[in-house]
């Protein structure tokens, strides 16, 4: 391990002292975004975040204030990319949801230059959370909102790599549309946080957890902040997309019942059917838990949820019979997932519950849109706040967990072992909060295996919580020379 890296607090490059054969190093920065500079220099928020809305300086004169609020009306998002690292290419960028991305030097972790997904496909946002082919090129999604008439949800790929003599960043330049799946609302798009793969489709999941548009556009003058333009609709159906990724075309006929979802964990084909697993909740309320009055010294007491995240599985038959009567199930499949054929010949899909209380899931990726056995994630309950890090054996039911009195882990990665036979040979890294704090924070390394300790580095330094990370080897980190 050579680093662990973080992009919200200041710089800590000194070693660490680890209970196991070794160095770790520990580097943490603020990202220094459009963003940062523009509120270090204000000194104060004077860029809206999609919980905080920015206004006008009261000493600017009317026209400059006139200004402002014309240009909320379509509003140029924050470049604050806090979810996640992506890679691409040769390169690491920090991520968000919204079209901004901003390249980083994971080794110094200095903030590089901004890219702007707008420049080169009509998307409005984008997901944190891309995926990645074979040959390593990204694959992700992104809205287009009102474009022409028209709201649609774009999945594009960004190739790994451009020929020699093309300039740096050019692999944005060969960005590719795959195709677009037009939204059932044209001014209330789904909101969606990431989605699912297999060898053959593209799982895209139209949630009805949407954003208001109109509200949206009007929300600088009305003095609320974009994230109240969110809405949750439980009256209303959860639709499954399934784009063939050889023809493009979306099978849109399956749903289920209202749900909201932020995390695909993984999918595969197996006898004609998709099989997709998901964590998802029963209402809105986790995107409540954030805000800054609930931030307080009763944290753990005001942010209960009013409902646990489950982890579902839905069976879905693309190959059916298509005279099999109303009522049937058409699921061969061994699993108590069902999909109920109707009379509008649109099919009622339940799932199959494969366990509850986990978020944050990862997987081997070398098994991503394959059958696969093993879950890693965090554990949680009725706080949004982790308690523990589980394995879960999604074929057998079984989970292993890692627990200890007063830690808050963040997501777990899986870190495969070199030349690794099994799924779970590797293993798990997670970083370790204190709430204690008399305690210092740590790197913990699992075996992922036995899900027994393998050692903890103890760092020297307050650490955050955080959301999502990627383990990067030694072999994809450029040296200043290249």
């Known amino acids: 391990m050579d680093a662990i890296f973080g992009i919200n607090k200041e710089e800590h490059p000194e070693p660490i002292k680890a209970e196991v054969q070794g160095e770790v190093y520990y580097r943490s920065k603020y990202l220094r975004s459009d963003t940062y500079n523009c509120n270090v220099e204000a000194n104060r928020i004077v860029v809206s975040e999609f919980g905080t809305m920015a206004y006008p300086d009261p000493c600017k004169n009317i026209f400059a204030k006139a200004f402002c609020y014309l240009s909320h009306t379509i509003p140029e998002f924050t470049d604050n990319c806090l979810i996640n690292i992506m890679k691409t290419g040769d390169d690491f960028y920090a991520t968000s949801e919204t079209n901004f991305i901003r390249r980083i030097n994971p080794q110094t972790l200095e903030t590089l230059e901004k890219v ?18 074979s040959a390593g090129n990204v694959l992700n999604m992104g809205t287009s909102i009102v474009d022409k008439g028209k709201t649609k949800y774009i999945l594009f790929k960004i190739p790994s790599s451009v020929p020699e003599k093309e300039k740096k960043n050019s692999c944005f330049k060969h960005l590719e549309v795959v195709c677009s799946i037009p939204s059932r609302s044209l001014l209330h798009p789904s909101y969606y946080h990431s989605f699912g793969i297999t060898e053959n489709y593209i799982i895209f999941i139209e949630q009805p957890f949407r954003l208001d548009i109109v509200k949206m556009a009007t929300a600088y003058i009305r003095g609320v902040n974009w994230a109240s333009c969110l809405a949750y609709h439980k009256e209303d159906k959860t639709w499954f997309h399934f784009v063939d990724k050889k023809t493009k075309k979306d099978v ?46 009763d944290f753990e007491e005001n942010t209960k949820l009013n409902s646990v995240p489950i982890c579902k599985r839905f069976v879905v038959p693309l190959q059916y019979d298509k005279d099999a009567e109303v009522g049937s199930n058409l699921v061969t499949f061994p699993s108590t997932a069902t999909a109920i054929k109707e009379k509008d010949g649109s099919i009622y899909c339940q799932p199959e519950i494969l366990c509850e209380g986990i978020e944050l899931p990862r997987i081997n990726y070398d098994y991503n849109g394959k059958k696969y056995r093993y879950v890693f994630a965090t554990g949680v309950q009725w706080s949004p706040v982790p308690t523990k890090i589980v394995k879960f054996n999604v074929q057998t039911k079984e989970m292993l967990h890692w627990r200890e009195d007063h830690c808050w882990p963040s997501e777990p990665v899986f870190v495969p072992s070199p030349n690794a036979r099994e799924e779970d040979d590797g293993v798990v890294l997670t970083c370790i909060v204190m709430s204690d704090p008399n305690k210092a924070p740590f790197l913990l390394v699992l075996d992922a295996k036995t899900f027994k300790e393998l050692g903890r580095a103890t760092v020297n330094a307050e650490m955050h919580l955080d959301l999502h990370g990627i383990f990067i080897p030694e072999k994809d980190v450029k040296t200043e020379t290249e």
């Open 116 to 133: 702007d997904y707008n420049k080169y496909v009509a998307v409005n946002v984008a997901t944190s959370h891309p995926h990645y082919d």
């Open 252 to 297: 849109s006929k399956f749903y289920t019942d209202a749900m909201v979802l932020f995390h695909h964990v993984n999918a595969y084909e197996e006898d004609g059917h998709i099989i997709f697993d998901i964590i998802a909740y029963a209402d809105n309320s986790l995107y409540d838990m954030f805000y800054l009055k609930n931030l307080n010294k």
